[in-house]
Each structure stands twice: as C-alpha cells, then as structure tokens.
C-alpha cells in the first residue's frame, strides 16, 4: 500500500497491516482502507504537509496534497542498446495556497500522466530536497480533496535580448555531483540592475572567467525562471558575455523603507553583533549562524541571520553594511529579517581611511586575528601573509571603523618576551574593567 512508504522506517509492513486491521475494528468496519492507512500513519507521526514546507521538511519522505497546475509530457526518450521499448519522462507541477513544488516521473509513471488534466487534485508521496522546492516522484494517486487557491507556476523563458546587469558579488567555482552520478563545475553570482537582485547561475563558469565584482556586463543567452515573486538567472553553455560601456545602478533600499518580498541591496547600519552559534540542522549535519542588527536611517531596526559560512563575515556594530537578494520575512525579535545565505551577497561600505603606524599584540578571536594594545582593538585584513597570534609587532596600515588593512609589518617581540608577557597582561587588566 502506497501510505505505508511514509512509515516504512518506523514499522514493518506486516505490523502496519496489524495496526490498520486494529483501527479497522475500532471503527467497526465502517472506514475504507485509505482512510485507515492515513489514520495509522498519523498516528505514527507522520501526517500529510502543506507544500511550503516541502524545502524545510526534515524527513526522507513526505506526503502532500496538490492541485495540477501544469503537465510537460509524456515525452518519448529514444530507445538505446538493450533497451524492450522506448524510455518516457514528463514533469508535473503541483501547487496549494502555500507554494508550488515539480517532479519529474520516468517510463509508465511519466505515461501516467496522459490520465491527469489541470486542476485535477492528487495525493502524493515524495522524496524532498532540503532547501529546494522539487521533490523525487515515489507514489501518486488521485483524491477528492478540494483545493481552491493555489500560488502561481513557476515560470521560465529564455531572453531574447541580452541580460545587462551589475555583478554584486561572485561566489567560487564548486564541483557538483548530478543525478546520474557524473561531476560538473557550477558557479553562481548575485546580479542586480534597476528593477532588483538576483541569483545567475553559470554551469560553464569558463565564460565568466574575466567577470569580476562590481563590473557591469551583457550576456547573450539567459533563461529567466521566476517562483514565487524569486528571480533566478541560468546562463547557457553557450552564451556569450561581454562588457558594458556604462556603469549599471542596482536597486537599493534603506532599512527604513524595506518590506517583505523585496528583491534590493538593503542598506543600513550594524547596532549589534551576536556571537556565533552551532547547531545541527535537519539534514542533521552541523551549521552555524550570526545574529546581527540593522538601523535605518530613521531609526527603525531589522535583523539578519547570517548562516553558514556567512557567519564567518566580520561584522562590528557601527559598520555601513549592504545585504543583496536576501529573503526577507516577518521577523521574531524585530518587525522583520534577512536571511542570508548562498545566492545572497554582504558588502561592508567602507567609510574614510587614515594611515596609520600601530604597535601592538595579535591575538585569534572570535572575530578573526585582531591587533591589540593599551589604546584599542583593531580587526586586521592583509592581502600580504599576516602575523601570527602571539606575537607583538609594529604595523603601517589603513584603519577605519575599528578595521586595519596592513600594508606593511615587522615583528618586534616574541610571545615568551617578558615584554610581550607584559602587554598582554596589561590588555588582560583592561578587559577585565571593562
């Protein structure tokens, strides 16, 4: 039976078929056998999901109700070597008044789909993909559950005309393993023009090799595919990139003016900094986040939830910050958050520099490596190798807003000195007053 792969992890098929024959006497027989083995299920623990909450699901099954919005196929895949007949694929797009989800069906199942109209409702069961709003096709079947509203298709379309855009920010290039098991190269980019941000994708990340942040640049050969009000761009293996004679603005928004659903650069000022916290997510593997605070220019304050290895970012309050194609949601503690993650771009504007010539320890924080002494702390960046911790040194550099950019140092104690021992103490007393 199709309902019992939803607990299949929990009970044997023969106790799930003891279980359903139990609640078929408490009812005195009067419940049809789907009815049984939905209520067994639930009882079990698992119950049917609205589709929204497909990308956040944390178990390797889930069952949900969809309204048909859209059918591509059954399309027939040529028959290769060894093959009794011809392969067939078709994908189905399913919605709710939550969200909308896609999965792709293969062979009979992809055939079985000639049976089905839009706006039919059927029950499926799925395999999600933490994160992504597709799910792996496992059992189908049709239901008279009604379901009146539902969000709007994914829609998809291939440009005609060339995409001009900013580069925001661009991520490193990372191997990927795809579902038939092959690797391939992906890279992705936060891009903005005039009406907004957005993610491009590349999976021949070669083209874009001479794209560098902040250039403004035109590209031949972009899908555009839009769910749910989130743009994303995916740039074809050939399409041809080229740069613009003219600087590209890109949407943004102050903190103060900023609401859900908005696509900017969001911009304000950091008024606090949480320490990093681990956890484990419900992939069950281990993640990290940074809490931060963002005041807009008249007063109001939003939140931002840096996850990953965004939580790496140094971040001190008083930095000018800007946020690009963050998702922005109600938030817990303030009216609203960003939740920044991968597809998303933070940039710390900087303000104005001045030379300076520091002496003083290195020490290894939270923050990062930090030079110290009796007059502050500064967070230290180099494009050159950086000192180690422990040691004191004499700087020449570029401080702003409690950051150091070193351009030049030497060492001019070790740790084990009694002189270094002694800085250090006195920056330990310091800290302890304060």
């Not at 928004?253 to 484990?280: H, K, L």
């Not at 110290?372 to 180099?382: A, R």
Request: net charge negative; proline share 3%; aromatic share 4%.
């Amino acid at each position: 039976m199709m309902h019992y792969l939803l607990v299949s992890d929990l009970v044997s098929e023969a106790e799930f078929e003891e279980l359903m024959e139990k609640k078929s006497r408490e009812y005195a027989g009067i419940l049809d056998e789907v009815t049984i083995a939905m209520m067994v299920v639930d009882d079990l623990g698992r119950s049917h999901i609205k589709i929204g909450e497909i990308p956040k699901a944390g178990t390797a099954i889930v069952s949900f109700y969809g309204k048909v919005l859209s059918i591509d196929g059954p399309k027939e895949i040529p028959m290769k070597e060894g093959d009794e007949e011809p392969g067939a694929v078709g994908t189905l797009v399913l919605g709710d008044a939550t969200g909308t989800t896609s999965m792709t069906l293969w062979d009979e199942k992809a055939r079985a789909l000639l049976e089905l109209h839009e706006g039919d409702v059927v029950e499926v069961i799925a395999k999600p993909r933490f994160g992504r709003r597709d799910v792996g096709f496992v059992a189908m079947r049709e239901s008279s559950v009604e379901i009146v509203e539902t969000k709007k298709p994914p829609k998809s379309e291939t440009l005609e005309d060339p995409l001009e855009v900013k580069v925001i920010s661009v991520y490193p290039v990372k191997t990927v393993e795809k579902r038939d098991g092959s690797e391939a190269s992906l890279q992705a980019f936060v891009v903005g023009d005039a009406s907004g941000t957005a993610r491009l994708i590349s999976w021949s990340p070669e083209i874009f090799a001479d794209v560098d942040e902040g250039a403004s640049i035109s590209i031949r050969g972009v899908v555009r595919k839009e769910d749910d009000g989130v743009i994303e761009y995916q740039a074809s293996d050939s399409a041809e990139v080229s740069f613009c004679g003219h600087d590209i603005s890109v949407l943004t928004i102050d903190a103060e003016d900023a609401d859900v659903g908005d696509r900017a650069v969001i911009s304000g000022t950091v008024v606090s900094v949480s320490p990093v916290r681990q956890f484990v997510n419900r992939r069950n593997k281990e993640s990290k986040v940074k809490n931060i605070r963002i005041r807009g220019k008249g007063g109001r304050v939003i939140s931002a939830a840096l996850w990953a290895e965004m939580s790496d970012m140094m971040v001190i309050e008083g930095d000018r910050i800007e946020i690009s194609n963050a998702e922005i949601r109600p938030g817990k503690f303030t009216e609203l958050e960003l939740s920044v993650g991968y597809g998303t771009a933070v940039n710390i504007v900087s303000s104005a520099e001045e030379e300076v010539c520091i002496d003083g320890m290195i020490h290894l924080r939270q923050s990062g490596l930090t030079l110290e002494n009796s007059s502050g702390v500064w967070i230290v960046t180099s494009k050159r190798r950086l000192p180690e911790p422990g040691t004191v040194v004499s700087v020449i550099g570029r401080a702003s807003n409690g950051r150091l950019m070193i351009e030049e140092w030497r060492t001019v104690l070790s740790e084990t000195s009694p002189l270094a021992a002694g800085i250090q103490e006195t920056i330990k007393n310091l800290e302890n007053k304060i």
